[in-house]
């Protein structure tokens, strides 16, 4: 790999602020938790079951990718008119799906509780705490379509800044409306409810102006067109989701200490990935942007940097995690059984990284071609071939080691259906049609 090339300058400039806004998302439950831990253990029960149904939300960042994929092919063809109307659909579209979702969230939320496993008056507090943040669901919908319109015409310095300003609204109105008014578990839904509702408005404000309220009006055709990639990348995202869940399933059957290493390791994985999904996401812009102006020869020679910066990422982080395999998990754990665990599955997680790091440039690549069709195929018989290797996992006792094995084929699989496509170029189809 050489040590610089002409892309990597456009490459850092997205993806650098890609990864301040990825990191933090995931900070509104980490503050709820800080914030109600001190509650009480009904409390953050509570919120440890709500949390687990509201992460079902992952499988509609369809539409921040898809919007990010087609916003910036209509962008390198110059169609701008084009672009600004499809930012205007993503809201549109959002803004349904949320209102939709806060509909069934409000009406199904003791039914879901129930099925998460919780009782008593924890179960109570839970389903309180889901229909009061459910009010913030159509704001954050919002949210992550215009950060797809966003990052589609290469602006991801305002996503970063709005998320930002959410976040610390969030952190302030929680204290006030928990310990200030006493509200207990509702203050820290409203918080969140509130803070999204204004951070959702922020991103409204933002794009409208950009755009301009003539442009502002649904166009079914280009709604059409959004719904149709996003599609695809649904059951991408559920097939991927699945994966990490039936792999959860089967490893709480070894017991407590096996899944005790297991959540470990997956949320190390979690927080890896971000910084690998950045690049993905640069990936997403440049490849869709050169492949809308007819470029379809510096789309792939970029992408070819991508996946070897993604690669170089991932083998950083396997020499991180061998070098500090006994010393990183006791931060997480003094458990002497946890930590066992941990050495049988700790070479597995490291030697992964680098194959990691191509399936997330690939993956962005592909997605940034609009490439669903095949991307979802992939990542269906991925989770098929990953299924399989649970159920030996289960049936053979393989333990936390042979789960991770599944992991690790989940991987390979990806790898070789998506590189065989990335190195057919059949996924360089330029123009906007």
């Given at each position: 790999?050489?040590l610089?090339?002409?892309?990597?300058?456009?490459?850092?400039?997205?993806?650098?602020?890609?990864?301040?806004?990825?990191?933090?998302?995931?900070?509104?439950?980490?503050?709820?938790t800080?914030?109600?831990g001190?509650?009480?253990?009904?409390?953050?029960?509570a919120?440890?079951?709500?949390?687990?149904?509201?992460?079902?939300?992952a499988?509609?960042?369809?539409?921040q990718?898809g919007?990010t994929?087609?916003?910036?092919?209509a962008?390198?063809?110059?169609?701008?008119?084009?672009?600004?109307r499809?930012?205007?659909?993503?809201?549109?579209?959002?803004?349904?799906?949320?209102?939709?979702?806060?509909?069934?969230v409000?009406a199904l939320?003791?039914?879901?509780?129930?099925a998460?496993?919780?009782d008593g008056?924890a179960?109570?507090l839970?389903?309180?705490?889901l229909?009061?943040?459910?009010?913030?669901?159509?704001?954050?919908f919002?949210?992550?379509?215009?950060q797809?319109?966003?990052?589609?015409?290469?602006?991801?310095?305002?996503?970063?800044?709005i998320?930002?300003?959410?976040?610390?609204?969030?952190?302030?109105?929680?204290?006030?409306?928990?310990?200030?008014?006493?509200?207990?578990?509702?203050?820290?839904?409203?918080?969140?409810?509130?803070?999204?509702?204004?951070?959702?408005?922020?991103?409204?404000?933002?794009?409208?102006?950009r755009?301009?309220?003539?442009r502002?009006?649904?166009?079914?055709?280009?709604?059409?067109?959004l719904?149709?990639?996003?599609?695809?990348?649904?059951?991408?995202?559920?097939?991927?989701?699945s994966?990490?869940?039936?792999a959860g399933?089967?490893?709480?059957?070894?017991?407590?200490?096996?899944l005790?290493?297991?959540?470990?390791?997956?949320q190390?994985?979690?927080?890896?990935?971000?910084?690998?999904?950045?690049?993905?996401?640069?990936g997403?812009?440049?490849?869709?942007r050169?492949?809308?102006?007819?470029?379809?020869?510096?789309a792939?020679?970029?992408?070819?940097?991508?996946?070897?910066?993604?690669?170089?990422?991932g083998?950083?982080?396997?020499?991180?995690?061998?070098?500090s395999?006994?010393?990183?998990?006791?931060?997480?754990?003094?458990?002497?059984?946890v930590?066992?665990q941990c050495r049988?599955?700790w070479?597995?997680?490291?030697?992964?990284?680098?194959?990691?790091?191509?399936?997330?440039?690939?993956?962005?690549i592909?997605?940034?071609?609009?490439?669903?069709?095949?991307?979802?195929?992939s990542?269906?018989?991925?989770?098929a071939?990953c299924?399989?290797?649970?159920?030996?996992?289960?049936?053979?006792?393989?333990?936390?080691?042979?789960?991770?094995?599944?992991?690790?084929?989940?991987?390979?699989?990806?790898?070789a259906?998506?590189?065989?496509?990335?190195r057919?170029?059949r996924?360089?189809?330029?123009?906007?049609?």
């Amino acid at each position: 790999m050489t040590l610089r090339s002409r892309y990597d300058r456009d490459i850092l400039r997205l993806a650098l602020p890609a990864l301040g806004a990825l990191a933090a998302e995931p900070l509104y439950i980490l503050v709820d938790t800080a914030i109600v831990g001190h509650l009480g253990r009904p409390e953050l029960a509570a919120l440890g079951a709500a949390a687990t149904a509201l992460s079902v939300l992952a499988l509609f960042n369809f539409l921040q990718y898809g919007t990010t994929a087609q916003v910036a092919r209509a962008v390198g063809a110059g169609e701008e008119e084009t672009a600004a109307r499809m930012g205007a659909q993503a809201l549109w579209l959002s803004l349904g799906i949320g209102i939709a979702l806060t509909a069934l969230v409000i009406a199904l939320a003791d039914p879901i509780v129930a099925a998460i496993g919780i009782d008593g008056r924890a179960a109570e507090l839970s389903v309180t705490y889901l229909r009061i943040v459910s009010l913030g669901l159509p704001s954050a919908f919002l949210a992550l379509g215009g950060q797809g319109y966003l990052r589609g015409v290469s602006d991801l310095r305002t996503p970063l800044l709005i998320l930002i300003a959410g976040n610390v609204a969030n952190a302030i109105l929680e204290v006030v409306f928990v310990y200030g008014f006493g509200w207990g578990i509702e203050g820290s839904a409203w918080g969140t409810a509130v803070a999204q509702t204004g951070m959702g408005a922020l991103f409204v404000w933002v794009i409208l102006r950009r755009v301009g309220w003539a442009r502002a009006a649904v166009v079914p055709r280009l709604a059409r067109r959004l719904l149709s990639v996003g599609a695809f990348l649904f059951v991408r995202t559920a097939a991927l989701i699945s994966s990490f869940v039936l792999a959860g399933a089967v490893v709480a059957r070894f017991g407590d200490a096996q899944l005790g290493a297991h959540q470990i390791a997956f949320q190390l994985w979690v927080f890896l990935a971000l910084v690998l999904d950045s690049i993905a996401i640069a990936g997403q812009i440049i490849v869709g942007r050169e492949l809308g102006a007819s470029r379809p020869d510096e789309a792939f020679s970029a992408s070819v940097r991508m996946i070897q910066l993604s690669v170089a990422t991932g083998v950083a982080f396997s020499l991180l995690l061998l070098a500090s395999a006994d010393l990183l998990p006791r931060v997480f754990s003094s458990d002497p059984a946890v930590l066992e665990q941990c050495r049988e599955l700790w070479p597995l997680f490291a030697l992964m990284q680098p194959v990691n790091g191509a399936v997330f440039a690939l993956d962005g690549i592909l997605i940034g071609a609009s490439d669903g069709p095949f991307i979802a195929v992939s990542m269906v018989l991925a989770f098929a071939c990953c299924a399989v290797g649970l159920v030996a996992a289960s049936l053979l006792d393989g333990g936390v080691r042979g789960v991770w094995l599944a992991l690790v084929v989940l991987l390979l699989v990806r790898l070789a259906t998506m590189g065989a496509r990335f190195r057919r170029r059949r996924w360089l189809v330029t123009g906007f049609a």
